[in-house]
């Protein structure tokens, strides 16, 4: 006849002594209490290991921590493994693994090699910004939680205070930094689902918001007050650079000399500094020139044409032109931003062809082929946009003593 063991009781474990050497109380189907000579009894499973059928014997905790009941549920949990030809040892440590690296992948730790990921393909003022976003209003309240642990509430009771300051914006912007890193997360393996996808429904929408500019008609108002403005010489070239060459105020501010092909009359902006991370080439019109000429006398030998006056190892703040409006009278309603919008206002009414003023912009055709033809045949008809454009300001110019030459220009049809 089998030998059968009975099952263990309460009053049996708690009455069981310490002996000289440690000895087994066995409750059945694997379970072990192990009574050691100092006293301690500590729970066992033995059993045998799938596929090699050696013995092996895995700890489940001390008596009385861990009582007969919870003993019992573990061995039954682990026979289950087992009936699967799963190892309940492996199973443990995988488990104990996730969990480890449940705490070390924080929120904070994630969104930071999410943010690393994202490094070379947006400019490093644009990852800066992000950066600090995040370290201001996510991190603080959420940095160190667990990001298995973060739910959709979590997320959304964070960002409604900034919500009731009125700072949509901030909220819609966090809201999709947010979204991006749970993402990441997800493709990453450390969660099933990202409980922030939706999270931006929950709050009030902002209003679009255009940045201020003026009207092609202003323009000469704009190069009037230039004229008057007590700015400094440098400051005036920028506004000047950036209104003729179209391009954004940090692309236009961190302009550097060896950017420049005097020769070929281009800037090619490279694609680090670029919003989209693509080469950008800029004709040069002959005012554009002139620009370059009086700047070479103030900082022709340094690194950039714009540098600043304070430390002239660095470019110009790309919010120094913006400053220099709002001392001209400008507050509101024009900002250096909007120098693109009228330019491109400006082109558009005068019919010029709307592909070729998006090129001349540096914005990116969502059509690949389109994109690469674009790119490749453009530059020839993008000279001619920007030799009107730029005849266009100086005849705005005229009785203003435009920086860039002659007065009484006509205007070019």
């Avoid at 490094?119 to 996510?138: M, V, W």
């Avoid at 979590?154 to 991006?180: D, H, Y």
């Avoid at 330019?343 to 709307?354: H, K, M, V």
């Avoid at 990116?364 to 082929?369: G, S, T």
Wanted: hydrophobic letters at 35%; glycine letters at 4%.
């Amino acid at each position: 006849m089998a030998n059968t063991t009975s099952p263990l009781t309460d009053t049996e474990i708690r009455q069981a002594k310490a002996k000289e050497k440690e000895y087994n109380l066995g409750d059945g189907k694997g379970l072990l209490l192990r009574i050691k000579p100092n006293g301690s009894k500590l729970w066992l499973f033995n059993y045998q290991r799938p596929y090699t059928k050696k013995r092996a014997v895995l700890s489940i905790g001390s008596y009385p921590e861990v009582s007969l009941k919870q003993a019992r549920s573990a061995r039954l949990k682990y026979r289950e493994l087992l009936s699967q030809d799963i190892d309940p040892k492996d199973y443990k440590l995988e488990q104990e693994a996730k969990a480890k690296e449940a705490i070390t992948n924080t929120f904070e730790h994630v969104a930071n090699l999410w943010l690393e990921s994202k490094r070379d393909t947006i400019t490093e003022n644009h990852f800066n910004k992000i950066k600090r976003s995040l370290e201001k209003d996510i991190f603080p309240g959420l940095g160190k939680q667990p990001v298995s642990k973060l739910k959709a509430t979590s997320f959304i009771t964070l960002l409604r205070p900034i919500e009731a300051k009125g700072s949509l914006e901030t909220v819609k912007r966090l809201s999709q930094r947010i979204n991006n890193v749970m993402n990441y997360a997800v493709n990453y393996g450390l969660i099933e689902a990202n409980p922030a996808q939706a999270i931006g429904e929950v709050f009030k929408k902002p209003k679009k918001k255009h940045y201020p500019t003026l009207k092609p008609e202003q323009l000469p108002e704009l190069m009037k007050a230039l004229n008057t403005a007590s700015i400094q010489l440098q400051t005036r070239c920028l506004i000047e650079w950036q209104l003729h060459t179209i391009t954004r105020p940090s692309e236009a501010s961190g302009a550097e000399w060896s950017e420049i092909d005097f020769k070929q009359k281009t800037w090619t902006i490279p694609a680090e500094r670029m919003k989209k991370r693509i080469e950008h080439v800029i004709p040069l019109s002959n005012q554009a020139m002139k620009l370059l000429e009086i700047m070479k006398s103030i900082s022709g030998k340094r690194k950039h044409i714009f540098s600043s006056t304070k430390n002239p190892r660095k470019p110009m703040s790309s919010s120094t032109a913006n400053v220099a409006l709002k001392r001209m009278g400008f507050d509101g309603v024009l900002v250096s931003h909007g120098l693109r919008a009228l330019a491109s206002t400006t082109l558009n009414e005068q019919g010029f062809d709307s592909d070729v003023i998006e090129a001349c912009l540096a914005h990116i055709d969502k059509n690949e082929v389109r994109k690469a033809y674009n790119r490749a045949t453009y530059l020839g008809r993008r000279t001619k946009v920007m030799t009107w454009w730029s005849d266009h300001i100086e005849c705005a110019s005229q009785g203003n003593l435009s920086l860039t030459g002659s007065q009484g220009l006509s205007l070019i049809k």
